[in-house]
Protein backbone atom coordinates (compact mmCIF):
# COMPACT_ATOMS: atom_id res chain seq x y z
CA UNK A 1 0.00 0.00 0.00
CA UNK A 2 2.86 2.40 0.70
CA UNK A 3 4.64 1.73 -2.68
CA UNK A 4 1.28 2.51 -4.33
CA UNK A 5 0.32 5.76 -2.70
CA UNK A 6 3.79 6.78 -3.02
CA UNK A 7 3.84 5.68 -6.56
CA UNK A 8 0.14 8.10 -6.84
CA UNK A 9 2.13 10.90 -5.70
CA UNK A 10 4.91 10.56 -7.87
CA UNK A 11 3.27 10.59 -10.69
CA UNK A 12 0.91 13.54 -10.12
CA UNK A 13 4.14 15.34 -9.59
CA UNK A 14 5.35 14.12 -12.68
CA UNK A 15 2.44 15.13 -14.38
CA UNK A 16 1.94 18.41 -13.13
CA UNK A 17 5.52 19.11 -14.12
CA UNK A 18 4.89 18.18 -17.44
CA UNK A 19 2.05 20.60 -17.69
CA UNK A 20 3.88 23.75 -16.31
CA UNK A 21 6.37 23.10 -18.54
CA UNK A 22 4.20 23.69 -21.75
CA UNK A 23 4.15 26.92 -20.29
CA UNK A 24 7.90 27.86 -19.33
CA UNK A 25 9.83 27.08 -22.69
CA UNK A 26 12.88 27.97 -21.51
CA UNK A 27 13.25 26.13 -18.93
CA UNK A 28 13.48 22.50 -18.88
CA UNK A 29 10.73 20.08 -17.43
CA UNK A 30 13.18 17.98 -15.38
CA UNK A 31 14.25 21.28 -13.51
CA UNK A 32 10.47 21.65 -13.14
CA UNK A 33 10.03 18.24 -11.73
CA UNK A 34 12.99 18.54 -9.86
CA UNK A 35 12.01 21.95 -7.94
CA UNK A 36 8.54 19.91 -7.61
CA UNK A 37 10.39 16.98 -5.24
CA UNK A 38 11.87 19.40 -3.01
CA UNK A 39 8.16 20.82 -2.81
CA UNK A 40 7.42 17.63 -1.51
CA UNK A 41 10.41 16.90 0.54
CA UNK A 42 9.88 20.68 2.15
CA UNK A 43 5.86 20.30 2.56
CA UNK A 44 5.43 17.28 5.76
CA UNK A 45 2.36 16.27 4.49
CA UNK A 46 3.63 15.52 0.70
CA UNK A 47 6.71 14.11 1.90
CA UNK A 48 4.94 11.68 4.60
CA UNK A 49 2.84 9.97 1.77
CA UNK A 50 6.25 9.43 -0.48
CA UNK A 51 8.10 6.15 0.86
CA UNK A 52 11.26 6.09 1.80
CA UNK A 53 13.91 5.78 -1.03
CA UNK A 54 14.43 2.06 -1.84
CA UNK A 55 17.68 1.77 -4.76
CA UNK A 56 16.68 -1.73 -6.15
CA UNK A 57 13.11 -0.74 -6.39
CA UNK A 58 13.91 2.41 -7.89
CA UNK A 59 16.67 1.05 -10.28
CA UNK A 60 13.80 -1.92 -11.51
CA UNK A 61 10.40 -0.49 -11.67
CA UNK A 62 12.08 2.97 -12.72
CA UNK A 63 15.71 3.13 -14.61
CA UNK A 64 15.02 -0.55 -16.40
CA UNK A 65 12.10 0.24 -18.47
CA UNK A 66 13.50 3.74 -19.18
CA UNK A 67 16.48 2.11 -20.72
CA UNK A 68 15.08 -0.62 -22.27
CA UNK A 69 12.73 1.84 -24.34
CA UNK A 70 15.99 4.14 -24.79
CA UNK A 71 17.47 1.26 -26.32
CA UNK A 72 14.68 0.93 -28.58
CA UNK A 73 15.63 3.92 -30.21
CA UNK A 74 19.12 3.06 -31.18
CA UNK A 75 19.88 1.04 -33.91
CA UNK A 76 21.79 -2.41 -33.71
CA UNK A 77 23.56 -0.98 -36.85
CA UNK A 78 24.80 1.83 -35.04
CA UNK A 79 26.08 -0.12 -31.69
CA UNK A 80 28.02 -2.68 -33.99
CA UNK A 81 29.14 0.01 -35.96
CA UNK A 82 30.97 2.08 -33.40
CA UNK A 83 31.37 -0.98 -31.10
CA UNK A 84 34.97 -0.04 -30.51
CA UNK A 85 34.36 3.32 -29.67
CA UNK A 86 31.27 2.53 -26.98
CA UNK A 87 33.95 0.18 -25.56
CA UNK A 88 36.46 2.88 -25.02
CA UNK A 89 33.90 5.13 -23.61
CA UNK A 90 32.21 3.19 -21.03
CA UNK A 91 35.22 0.75 -19.93
CA UNK A 92 38.20 2.99 -20.94
CA UNK A 93 37.28 6.08 -20.23
CA UNK A 94 35.15 5.24 -17.04
CA UNK A 95 37.99 3.70 -15.91
CA UNK A 96 40.15 6.49 -16.65
CA UNK A 97 38.13 9.19 -14.75
CA UNK A 98 37.47 7.12 -11.58
CA UNK A 99 41.43 7.08 -11.24
CA UNK A 100 41.49 10.59 -11.94
CA UNK A 101 39.08 11.45 -9.30
CA UNK A 102 40.04 8.97 -6.99
CA UNK A 103 43.26 9.96 -6.15
CA UNK A 104 42.46 13.80 -6.84
CA UNK A 105 39.87 13.10 -4.01
CA UNK A 106 42.70 11.14 -1.88
CA UNK A 107 45.25 13.52 -2.05
CA UNK A 108 43.21 17.06 -2.42
CA UNK A 109 40.76 16.50 -0.25
CA UNK A 110 42.68 14.08 2.36
CA UNK A 111 40.58 11.11 2.29
CA UNK A 112 41.70 7.65 2.58
CA UNK A 113 42.03 5.64 -0.36
CA UNK A 114 39.65 3.44 -0.57
CA UNK A 115 36.93 5.89 0.46
CA UNK A 116 38.05 8.04 -2.42
CA UNK A 117 37.42 5.21 -4.78
CA UNK A 118 34.29 4.52 -3.76
CA UNK A 119 32.86 8.16 -4.13
CA UNK A 120 34.55 8.49 -7.71
CA UNK A 121 33.09 4.72 -8.56
CA UNK A 122 29.76 6.12 -7.85
CA UNK A 123 30.09 9.35 -10.22
CA UNK A 124 30.85 7.08 -13.24
CA UNK A 125 27.67 6.65 -14.38
CA UNK A 126 25.98 9.56 -16.83
CA UNK A 127 22.66 9.74 -17.58
CA UNK A 128 20.80 10.70 -21.11
CA UNK A 129 17.47 12.25 -19.20
CA UNK A 130 19.53 14.50 -17.12
CA UNK A 131 21.35 14.95 -20.23
CA UNK A 132 18.38 16.12 -21.56
CA UNK A 133 17.47 18.63 -19.35
CA UNK A 134 20.78 20.75 -20.08
CA UNK A 135 20.09 20.53 -23.96
CA UNK A 136 16.70 22.22 -23.99
CA UNK A 137 15.48 23.53 -27.19
CA UNK A 138 19.64 23.34 -28.33
CA UNK A 139 21.21 21.51 -31.17
CA UNK A 140 23.76 19.01 -30.29
CA UNK A 141 26.33 18.09 -32.86
CA UNK A 142 25.18 14.36 -34.43
CA UNK A 143 28.13 12.50 -33.20
CA UNK A 144 28.56 14.06 -30.02
CA UNK A 145 25.11 13.06 -29.26
CA UNK A 146 25.27 9.54 -30.52
CA UNK A 147 28.33 9.56 -28.04
CA UNK A 148 26.51 10.69 -24.67
CA UNK A 149 23.42 8.42 -25.81
CA UNK A 150 25.48 5.01 -26.14
CA UNK A 151 27.71 5.72 -23.01
CA UNK A 152 24.82 6.43 -20.66
CA UNK A 153 23.34 3.32 -21.73
CA UNK A 154 25.97 0.99 -20.97
CA UNK A 155 28.24 3.05 -18.58
CA UNK A 156 26.06 1.68 -15.43
CA UNK A 157 27.83 -1.53 -15.72
CA UNK A 158 31.03 -0.17 -15.27
CA UNK A 159 30.58 2.09 -12.09
CA UNK A 160 28.77 -0.74 -10.50
CA UNK A 161 31.57 -3.11 -11.05
CA UNK A 162 34.02 -0.71 -9.95
CA UNK A 163 31.67 0.44 -6.79
CA UNK A 164 31.57 -2.97 -5.71
CA UNK A 165 35.59 -3.49 -5.90
CA UNK A 166 36.02 -0.42 -4.10
CA UNK A 167 33.44 -1.85 -1.33
CA UNK A 168 35.66 -4.58 -0.90
CA UNK A 169 38.65 -2.56 -0.67
CA UNK A 170 37.16 -0.52 2.23
CA UNK A 171 35.82 -3.33 3.66
CA UNK A 172 39.28 -5.79 3.33
CA UNK A 173 42.25 -3.39 3.24
CA UNK A 174 42.95 -4.74 0.07
CA UNK A 175 42.17 -4.70 -4.00
CA UNK A 176 41.73 -7.76 -5.75
CA UNK A 177 42.54 -6.85 -9.82
CA UNK A 178 41.73 -10.26 -11.27
CA UNK A 179 38.71 -10.54 -9.40
CA UNK A 180 37.62 -7.25 -10.26
CA UNK A 181 37.79 -7.87 -14.03
CA UNK A 182 36.62 -11.30 -14.15
CA UNK A 183 33.30 -10.10 -12.12
CA UNK A 184 33.07 -7.07 -14.64
CA UNK A 185 33.53 -9.75 -17.82
CA UNK A 186 30.99 -11.56 -16.57
CA UNK A 187 28.28 -9.45 -15.23
CA UNK A 188 28.46 -7.52 -18.82
CA UNK A 189 28.73 -10.56 -21.26
CA UNK A 190 26.36 -12.27 -19.35
CA UNK A 191 24.16 -9.23 -19.14
CA UNK A 192 24.39 -9.21 -22.46
CA UNK A 193 23.77 -12.99 -22.97
CA UNK A 194 20.42 -12.96 -20.85
CA UNK A 195 19.05 -9.71 -22.85
CA UNK A 196 19.37 -11.05 -26.52
CA UNK A 197 18.06 -14.64 -25.28
CA UNK A 198 14.98 -13.23 -23.48
CA UNK A 199 14.57 -10.31 -25.82
CA UNK A 200 14.69 -12.90 -28.75
CA UNK A 201 12.34 -15.14 -26.77
CA UNK A 202 9.71 -12.30 -26.24
CA UNK A 203 10.10 -11.03 -29.75
CA UNK A 204 9.16 -14.75 -31.58
CA UNK A 205 6.91 -15.20 -29.42
CA UNK A 206 5.09 -11.73 -30.57
CA UNK A 207 5.88 -12.53 -34.06
CA UNK A 208 4.02 -16.01 -33.71
CA UNK A 209 1.36 -14.54 -32.20
CA UNK A 210 1.12 -11.82 -34.68
CA UNK A 211 0.45 -14.80 -37.17
CA UNK A 212 -1.79 -16.74 -35.63
CA UNK A 213 -5.34 -16.66 -34.51
CA UNK A 214 -3.97 -16.13 -31.23
CA UNK A 215 -3.04 -12.36 -32.11
CA UNK A 216 -4.70 -10.72 -29.00
CA UNK A 217 -3.80 -6.80 -29.26
CA UNK A 218 -4.15 -5.86 -26.11
CA UNK A 219 -2.39 -8.97 -24.06
CA UNK A 220 0.33 -8.99 -26.33
CA UNK A 221 0.94 -4.84 -25.17
CA UNK A 222 1.05 -6.34 -21.92
CA UNK A 223 3.23 -8.29 -22.15
CA UNK A 224 5.56 -5.76 -23.82
CA UNK A 225 5.14 -3.18 -20.78
CA UNK A 226 6.08 -6.22 -18.66
CA UNK A 227 9.18 -7.17 -20.48
CA UNK A 228 12.27 -4.72 -18.66
CA UNK A 229 10.96 -5.84 -15.31
CA UNK A 230 10.98 -9.25 -16.25
CA UNK A 231 14.35 -9.16 -17.92
CA UNK A 232 16.09 -7.14 -15.17
CA UNK A 233 14.27 -9.26 -12.50
CA UNK A 234 16.14 -12.62 -14.21
CA UNK A 235 19.49 -11.09 -14.70
CA UNK A 236 19.89 -9.98 -11.67
CA UNK A 237 18.36 -13.11 -9.66
CA UNK A 238 21.55 -14.47 -12.04
CA UNK A 239 23.87 -12.17 -10.65
CA UNK A 240 24.61 -10.37 -13.97
CA UNK A 241 23.69 -7.15 -15.09
CA UNK A 242 20.03 -5.86 -15.29
CA UNK A 243 21.04 -2.65 -16.81
CA UNK A 244 23.20 -4.16 -19.62
CA UNK A 245 20.51 -7.08 -20.60
CA UNK A 246 17.33 -4.35 -20.52
CA UNK A 247 19.48 -2.17 -23.04
CA UNK A 248 20.78 -5.22 -25.09
CA UNK A 249 16.71 -5.79 -25.40
CA UNK A 250 15.71 -2.91 -26.26
CA UNK A 251 17.92 -2.60 -28.97
CA UNK A 252 17.01 -6.01 -30.48
CA UNK A 253 12.95 -4.44 -29.86
CA UNK A 254 14.18 -1.88 -32.14
CA UNK A 255 15.23 -4.43 -35.16
CA UNK A 256 11.73 -5.98 -34.57
CA UNK A 257 9.68 -2.50 -34.82
CA UNK A 258 11.25 -1.63 -38.20
CA UNK A 259 10.31 -4.53 -40.14
CA UNK A 260 6.84 -4.84 -38.33
CA UNK A 261 5.07 -1.57 -39.21
CA UNK A 262 3.00 -3.23 -42.01
CA UNK A 263 2.94 -6.76 -40.40
CA UNK A 264 1.52 -5.38 -37.03
CA UNK A 265 0.65 -1.22 -38.16
CA UNK A 266 -1.15 -0.94 -34.64
CA UNK A 267 0.70 -3.17 -32.45
CA UNK A 268 3.60 -1.04 -33.43
CA UNK A 269 1.40 2.56 -33.60
CA UNK A 270 0.10 1.41 -29.48
CA UNK A 271 3.42 0.35 -28.96
CA UNK A 272 5.50 3.65 -29.09
CA UNK A 273 1.92 5.91 -28.39
CA UNK A 274 2.96 3.67 -24.52
CA UNK A 275 6.88 3.70 -24.75
CA UNK A 276 6.49 8.00 -25.11
CA UNK A 277 3.71 8.08 -22.00
CA UNK A 278 5.87 5.76 -20.34
CA UNK A 279 9.01 7.40 -21.04
CA UNK A 280 7.83 10.79 -20.18
CA UNK A 281 6.08 10.37 -17.61
CA UNK A 282 9.35 8.47 -15.97
CA UNK A 283 11.57 10.76 -16.78
CA UNK A 284 10.25 13.58 -14.85
CA UNK A 285 9.54 10.80 -11.83
CA UNK A 286 13.31 10.53 -11.88
CA UNK A 287 13.34 14.31 -11.65
CA UNK A 288 11.15 14.59 -8.57
CA UNK A 289 12.53 11.41 -6.50
CA UNK A 290 16.66 13.69 -7.33
CA UNK A 291 14.54 16.91 -5.85
CA UNK A 292 12.76 15.13 -3.18
CA UNK A 293 16.01 13.02 -1.87
CA UNK A 294 18.51 15.65 -2.30
CA UNK A 295 17.07 17.51 0.35
CA UNK A 296 16.08 14.65 2.74
CA UNK A 297 19.70 13.64 2.11
CA UNK A 298 20.70 17.20 3.11
CA UNK A 299 18.18 17.93 5.77
CA UNK A 300 20.42 18.68 8.95
CA UNK A 301 23.68 18.15 7.60
CA UNK A 302 23.48 21.28 5.60
CA UNK A 303 25.05 23.04 8.62
CA UNK A 304 27.76 20.10 9.02
CA UNK A 305 30.90 21.29 10.27
CA UNK A 306 32.22 19.47 6.66
CA UNK A 307 29.97 21.31 4.38
CA UNK A 308 33.26 23.01 2.70
CA UNK A 309 34.62 19.23 2.68
CA UNK A 310 31.51 17.77 0.27
CA UNK A 311 31.54 21.01 -1.52
CA UNK A 312 34.89 20.42 -1.99
CA UNK A 313 35.17 16.73 -2.79
CA UNK A 314 32.13 17.35 -4.98
CA UNK A 315 34.07 19.95 -6.90
CA UNK A 316 36.91 17.89 -7.09
CA UNK A 317 34.73 14.73 -8.97
CA UNK A 318 33.13 16.95 -11.43
CA UNK A 319 36.43 18.58 -12.44
CA UNK A 320 38.27 15.62 -12.76
CA UNK A 321 35.48 13.70 -14.74
CA UNK A 322 35.65 16.87 -16.76
CA UNK A 323 38.86 17.03 -17.99
CA UNK A 324 39.78 13.03 -18.63
CA UNK A 325 36.04 13.16 -21.21
CA UNK A 326 37.65 16.50 -22.66
CA UNK A 327 40.92 14.80 -23.09
CA UNK A 328 39.73 11.10 -24.35
CA UNK A 329 37.45 12.88 -26.93
CA UNK A 330 39.88 14.79 -27.94
CA UNK A 331 42.89 12.69 -28.32
CA UNK A 332 41.35 9.27 -28.59
CA UNK A 333 37.88 10.11 -30.00
CA UNK A 334 39.93 12.89 -32.33
CA UNK A 335 37.19 15.67 -32.10
CA UNK A 336 37.45 19.08 -32.42
CA UNK A 337 38.33 20.78 -29.13
CA UNK A 338 34.52 22.25 -29.55
CA UNK A 339 32.93 18.83 -29.72
CA UNK A 340 35.28 17.82 -26.99
CA UNK A 341 34.04 20.48 -24.89
CA UNK A 342 30.66 19.80 -25.43
CA UNK A 343 30.88 16.05 -25.02
CA UNK A 344 32.82 16.85 -21.81
CA UNK A 345 30.13 19.08 -20.47
CA UNK A 346 27.59 16.66 -21.93
CA UNK A 347 27.98 13.47 -19.31
CA UNK A 348 25.33 15.01 -16.86
CA UNK A 349 25.12 13.00 -13.79
CA UNK A 350 21.61 11.99 -12.38
CA UNK A 351 19.32 9.51 -10.61
CA UNK A 352 21.66 6.48 -11.09
CA UNK A 353 24.62 8.11 -9.53
CA UNK A 354 21.86 8.68 -6.49
CA UNK A 355 20.63 5.38 -6.99
CA UNK A 356 24.34 3.76 -6.18
CA UNK A 357 25.12 6.15 -3.84
CA UNK A 358 22.13 5.07 -1.65
CA UNK A 359 23.21 1.02 -2.38
CA UNK A 360 25.42 1.70 0.91
CA UNK A 361 24.96 1.09 4.21
CA UNK A 362 25.62 4.13 6.63
CA UNK A 363 26.57 1.80 8.96
CA UNK A 364 29.40 0.21 6.55
CA UNK A 365 31.05 3.25 6.09
CA UNK A 366 30.01 5.52 9.38
CA UNK A 367 28.48 8.29 9.85
CA UNK A 368 30.63 10.84 9.11
CA UNK A 369 31.81 9.07 5.80
CA UNK A 370 28.19 8.39 4.72
CA UNK A 371 27.32 12.10 4.88
CA UNK A 372 30.38 13.00 2.93
CA UNK A 373 29.50 10.37 0.60
CA UNK A 374 26.24 11.87 -0.13
CA UNK A 375 26.29 15.43 -0.10
CA UNK A 376 29.54 15.14 -2.17
CA UNK A 377 27.33 13.09 -4.95
CA UNK A 378 24.54 15.70 -4.71
CA UNK A 379 27.07 18.02 -5.50
CA UNK A 380 28.41 16.55 -8.41
CA UNK A 381 24.76 16.09 -9.82
CA UNK A 382 23.99 19.47 -9.50
CA UNK A 383 26.98 20.81 -10.75
CA UNK A 384 27.00 18.84 -14.04
CA UNK A 385 23.42 20.21 -14.32
CA UNK A 386 23.98 23.88 -13.62
CA UNK A 387 27.23 24.35 -15.53
CA UNK A 388 26.19 22.85 -19.01
CA UNK A 389 22.43 24.82 -18.25
CA UNK A 390 24.68 27.79 -18.51
CA UNK A 391 27.52 27.07 -20.89
CA UNK A 392 25.65 25.38 -23.72
CA UNK A 393 23.11 28.34 -25.07
CA UNK A 394 26.75 30.18 -25.87
CA UNK A 395 27.93 27.58 -27.68
CA UNK A 396 25.35 25.49 -29.43
CA UNK A 397 23.08 26.79 -32.10
CA UNK A 398 19.36 27.00 -30.71
CA UNK A 399 16.07 24.98 -32.30
CA UNK A 400 13.13 26.63 -33.28
CA UNK A 401 11.59 28.11 -30.48
CA UNK A 402 8.65 26.46 -28.50
CA UNK A 403 6.45 29.44 -29.23
CA UNK A 404 7.58 30.23 -32.73
CA UNK A 405 6.67 26.32 -33.56
CA UNK A 406 3.27 26.59 -31.78
CA UNK A 407 2.90 29.93 -34.13
CA UNK A 408 3.86 28.04 -37.41
CA UNK A 409 1.82 24.86 -36.42
CA UNK A 410 -1.29 27.17 -35.92
CA UNK A 411 -0.73 29.11 -39.07
CA UNK A 412 -0.41 26.06 -41.18
CA UNK A 413 -3.68 24.10 -39.25
CA UNK A 414 -5.51 27.45 -40.68
CA UNK A 415 -4.57 27.25 -43.88
CA UNK A 416 -5.22 23.48 -44.41
CA UNK A 417 -8.35 23.31 -42.98
CA UNK A 418 -9.32 26.52 -44.69
CA UNK A 419 -8.89 25.01 -47.86
CA UNK A 420 -10.50 21.48 -46.74
CA UNK A 421 -13.64 23.93 -45.54
CA UNK A 422 -14.12 25.41 -49.26
CA UNK A 423 -14.04 21.61 -50.73
CA UNK A 424 -16.66 20.87 -48.45
CA UNK A 425 -18.86 23.48 -49.46
CA UNK A 426 -18.55 22.56 -52.83
CA UNK A 427 -19.47 18.84 -52.14
CA UNK A 428 -23.19 17.33 -52.57
CA UNK A 429 -24.01 16.43 -49.34
CA UNK A 430 -27.08 16.71 -47.10
CA UNK A 431 -27.43 20.04 -44.92
CA UNK A 432 -27.08 17.42 -41.75
CA UNK A 433 -23.99 16.14 -42.67
CA UNK A 434 -22.36 19.34 -44.02
CA UNK A 435 -22.98 20.58 -41.33
CA UNK A 436 -21.45 17.71 -39.12
CA UNK A 437 -18.33 18.39 -41.11
CA UNK A 438 -17.92 21.80 -40.94
CA UNK A 439 -18.81 22.25 -37.32
CA UNK A 440 -15.58 19.39 -36.89
CA UNK A 441 -13.15 21.31 -38.84
CA UNK A 442 -13.89 24.48 -37.13
CA UNK A 443 -12.83 22.50 -34.28
CA UNK A 444 -9.93 21.23 -35.70
CA UNK A 445 -9.02 24.92 -36.41
CA UNK A 446 -9.41 25.66 -32.68
CA UNK A 447 -12.05 28.24 -34.22
CA UNK A 448 -15.01 27.03 -31.41
CA UNK A 449 -14.80 27.78 -28.31
CA UNK A 450 -15.05 25.73 -24.87
CA UNK A 451 -18.87 26.52 -24.14
CA UNK A 452 -19.96 26.24 -27.67
CA UNK A 453 -18.52 22.72 -28.37
CA UNK A 454 -19.62 21.15 -24.83
CA UNK A 455 -23.01 22.52 -25.80
CA UNK A 456 -23.07 20.82 -29.30
CA UNK A 457 -21.93 17.83 -27.48
CA UNK A 458 -25.25 18.75 -25.45
CA UNK A 459 -27.80 19.05 -28.40
CA UNK A 460 -26.29 15.50 -29.78
CA UNK A 461 -28.81 13.82 -26.72
CA UNK A 462 -31.72 15.12 -28.49
CA UNK A 463 -30.63 14.78 -31.98
CA UNK A 464 -31.18 11.05 -33.43
CA UNK A 465 -28.34 9.80 -35.63
CA UNK A 466 -27.22 9.74 -39.36
CA UNK A 467 -28.55 7.06 -41.22
CA UNK A 468 -26.28 4.27 -42.82
CA UNK A 469 -26.70 6.34 -46.42
CA UNK A 470 -25.76 9.54 -44.32
CA UNK A 471 -23.02 8.18 -42.56
CA UNK A 472 -21.69 7.04 -45.93
CA UNK A 473 -21.65 10.35 -47.00
CA UNK A 474 -20.06 11.84 -44.41
CA UNK A 475 -17.10 9.37 -44.32
CA UNK A 476 -16.65 9.53 -47.88
CA UNK A 477 -16.28 13.71 -47.44
CA UNK A 478 -14.00 13.01 -44.69
CA UNK A 479 -11.69 10.75 -46.61
CA UNK A 480 -11.24 13.79 -49.26
CA UNK A 481 -11.00 16.25 -46.96
CA UNK A 482 -8.07 14.32 -45.12
CA UNK A 483 -6.63 14.28 -48.73
CA UNK A 484 -6.63 17.83 -49.32
CA UNK A 485 -5.24 18.16 -46.10
CA UNK A 486 -2.72 16.07 -46.94
CA UNK A 487 -1.79 17.61 -50.16
CA UNK A 488 -1.33 20.90 -49.04
CA UNK A 489 1.56 20.26 -46.06
CA UNK A 490 3.55 18.03 -48.49
CA UNK A 491 3.39 21.24 -50.45
CA UNK A 492 4.05 23.42 -47.95
CA UNK A 493 7.11 21.20 -47.07
CA UNK A 494 8.66 21.42 -50.08
CA UNK A 495 9.02 25.16 -49.41
CA UNK A 496 9.13 25.46 -45.40
CA UNK A 497 12.22 22.77 -44.70
CA UNK A 498 12.87 25.15 -41.85
CA UNK A 499 9.07 24.12 -40.34
CA UNK A 500 9.23 20.31 -41.03
CA UNK A 501 8.30 19.06 -37.43
CA UNK A 502 4.97 21.27 -37.07
CA UNK A 503 4.33 19.92 -40.46
CA UNK A 504 5.29 16.49 -39.53
CA UNK A 505 2.54 16.80 -36.44
CA UNK A 506 0.00 18.22 -38.53
CA UNK A 507 0.29 15.21 -40.68
CA UNK A 508 0.27 12.88 -38.01
CA UNK A 509 -2.69 14.39 -36.67
CA UNK A 510 -4.57 14.03 -39.97
CA UNK A 511 -3.19 10.28 -40.83
CA UNK A 512 -4.57 9.17 -37.02
CA UNK A 513 -8.00 10.92 -37.86
CA UNK A 514 -7.90 9.04 -40.85
CA UNK A 515 -7.30 5.90 -39.04
CA UNK A 516 -9.84 6.37 -36.57
CA UNK A 517 -12.40 7.08 -38.87
CA UNK A 518 -11.91 3.50 -40.71
CA UNK A 519 -11.69 1.89 -37.66
CA UNK A 520 -15.24 3.57 -36.37
CA UNK A 521 -16.52 2.05 -39.85
CA UNK A 522 -15.11 -1.30 -39.17
CA UNK A 523 -16.18 -1.80 -35.88
CA UNK A 524 -20.40 -0.80 -37.31
Given at each position: ?100 A ?6 L ?14 S ?47 E ?15 S ?128 I ?10 L ?30 L ?28 I ?47 R ?89
Amino acid sequence: MELMISTFYLTFAAAISIIIAQALEKISVNYISMLIGVIFALVPFLNHHVAPFNSETFMELIIAPLLFFEGQKTQLYNIRNRFKSILGITVVMVLFAVIAAGFSIHYLGNLGIALSFIIASISAPTDATATESVTNNLILPHKVEGSLKTESLFNDASGIILLDMALLWFENGTINYGQTLQNFLFSSLGGAAIGFVIGWIFIMFRQFLTRSRFNALNAQNIIYLLSPFLIYAIAEELSVSGIIAVVVAGLFHNAERQYSVLLNPRQVQIGSNLQNLISEIFNSIVFVILGLMIIRIGYNRILNSQIWLWLAVGTIIYLANLIVRFLYSLLIMKFDSKNAAIFALGGVHGAVTLALALTISQKFLGQSNYNLLMMSEATLILLSMIIPTIIFPFILPHQLSDYESQRMTIKFRNEMVKQAIIAVHHMYLPKKVKRHILFSLLLQKQAINTPDSLRQIFRTIDQPSLSSEERYLERLAYYRVFAIERNYLEEIAQKESKYQKCLLTLYNEILIAESLTLEDYIEE
